[in-house]
């Protein structure tokens, strides 16, 4: 008698899911007099931060090698002397830093440990560039090597009921601040927004915020964990064409082929304000290079080049808050884009406006702020294969042409017209369903499987009609 093997099933540890976490502002009403004692608690924690970054790097070979909580404990003890601990072995070093600054002797307990852990950040970041810019791993093959700034512009983090108290209905707070001589509460400070309220939701939790003082304004970064539930499922999905001349194309796509609803989303005013800065970037490198014969300088239009970046930041924020809006109001709980995470421009002359649009193409930006978005509604973003989105006929006629006139319109094999992103679009949802209804893979691009004989199409909307047909 023959024992069938039977193959080994490993168990797969669960990953735990993390935590979905979003950051408010909490604006402060805050006097002359309270801002300056704001700053005066900023400059204090900062002063207070230095020599701890300088330690931990020193010591870095070790605390490396331990977990996130023993850093910060083997840290403390290196600096802090108490009745278990009487000799620290930088308490000489941190000595003649309270000598400078007599003030590190009120510091309080709590604003040391979130100190310590900043610097523990600052370190850890500073040695993992090192290490990438050793191994080559640079924007530039001539970039110069990052360095540990010791003195960063860091914020105090503030823990609950120990920096910061919170009133009823979170209208007002108290925070503990340095006022030059000791440390203080200051009582009863308004705020006057709370950013998008995210603290009210069912299941949100609040976490230590951060609190921001400078010369423009004083405020609470509040980081907030919500816990959204997961949409109800749908016989419909948003599917979004992303484009150059429009912005983004959405449908709402049936499992069964069935198109209920379209949109387009063009912020045409923001994308000429954008357009017309890079055309007068364009004309003063132009007008420089034949005035001096020589290469343009460092920082050229430097103003000109943030307020284009600023503005195709803006496209991306408000296109993906319409495409969340479109999506909550037809009660579908997935958006699919398609996949051009590696789509490389071919068009275009080198210097021509066409080329730098393609170069100021926000897509990766779009895709990243609606994933944010919609996940924290509770819905899901899932992406499809790109191949012959664009090029075939939702109605499974064959390959398009596009018009000489207007080059947005399609023209298919049987003669009709139509919008060429609309017809994308419809062919981005069914790619989706029949990667759900057959049971493969998202990057499916044909019907059928392969084979030397078969002329195969790739899947449409009109795949969908002739699988609820069948």
């Not at 310590?116 to 791993?137: C, M, N």
């Amino acid at each position: 008698m023959v024992k069938k093997k039977t193959k080994k099933q490993s168990k797969r540890k669960k990953a735990d899911k993390e935590p979905n976490i979003r950051t408010d502002v909490w604006q402060l009403v805050v006097t002359q007099e309270q801002r300056q004692l704001a700053l005066l608690t900023v400059a204090e924690y900062r002063h207070f931060l230095k020599p701890l970054g300088l330690i931990s790097y020193w010591n870095w070979a070790r605390l490396s090698q331990l977990t996130s909580n023993e850093r910060v404990n083997t840290l403390e003890k290196l600096i802090h002397k108490t009745a278990d601990n009487p000799s620290p072995k930088y308490y000489w070093y941190f000595q003649k830093a309270i000598s400078n600054h007599p003030s590190f002797r009120k510091f309080p307990s709590y604003l040391r440990r979130a100190a310590i852990q900043d610097a523990l950040g600052i370190v850890s970041s500073f040695v993992t560039r090192w290490d990438a810019w050793k191994r080559g791993e640079r924007k530039h093959r001539y970039d110069n090597s990052p360095k540990l700034t010791s003195m960063c512009n860091s914020y105090p983090a503030l823990y609950k009921g120990q920096q910061v108290k919170y009133h009823s209905n979170f209208a007002s707070v108290e925070l503990k601040i340095w006022n030059g001589k000791d440390w203080v509460w200051m009582e009863n400070i308004p705020v006057r927004k709370h950013g998008k309220s995210r603290h009210i939701r069912e299941g949100a939790k609040l976490l230590s915020p951060s609190f921001i003082a400078n010369k423009r304004s004083v405020h609470l970064s509040m980081p907030v964990e919500i816990n959204p539930q997961p949409l109800p499922n749908s016989d419909y999905v948003c599917a979004i064409d992303i484009g150059i001349n429009t912005t983004a194309t959405c449908s709402i796509v049936g499992s069964y082929g069935t198109v209920k609803a379209r949109a387009f989303i063009n912020p045409a005013r923001d994308i000429d304000r954008r357009d017309q800065r890079k055309q007068r970037i364009a004309n003063k490198s132009k007008l420089t290079r034949k005035i001096t014969n020589q290469d343009l300088p460092k920082g050229f239009c430097q103003g000109l080049y943030r307020k284009s970046k600023n503005i195709n930041k803006h496209i991306a924020q408000t296109v993906s808050s319409q495409i969340v809006e479109f999506a909550q109001k037809h009660n579908v709980n997935v958006i699919v884009f398609e996949d051009l995470s590696n789509w490389k421009a071919k068009g275009g002359k080198h210097g021509s406006l066409q080329k730098q649009r393609f170069h100021q193409w926000c897509k990766d930006k779009l895709v990243e702020l609606t994933i944010q978005k919609f996940s924290e509604l509770g819905g899901k973003v899932s992406k499809v294969n790109a191949k012959y989105t664009s090029a075939y006929a939702f109605d499974g006629s064959g390959k398009i042409k596009r018009s000489n006139k207007k080059y947005s319109i399609a023209i298919f094999q049987n003669g009709k017209r139509y919008n060429a992103d609309l017809s994308a679009s419809y062919n981005i949802g069914a790619r989706y369903w029949y990667a759900i209804l057959t049971n493969s893979k998202f990057t499916r691009v044909w019907v059928g499987k392969s084979s030397s004989h078969t002329l195969r199409t790739p899947v449409t909307l009109s795949t969908l009609w002739e699988l609820s047909k069948a």
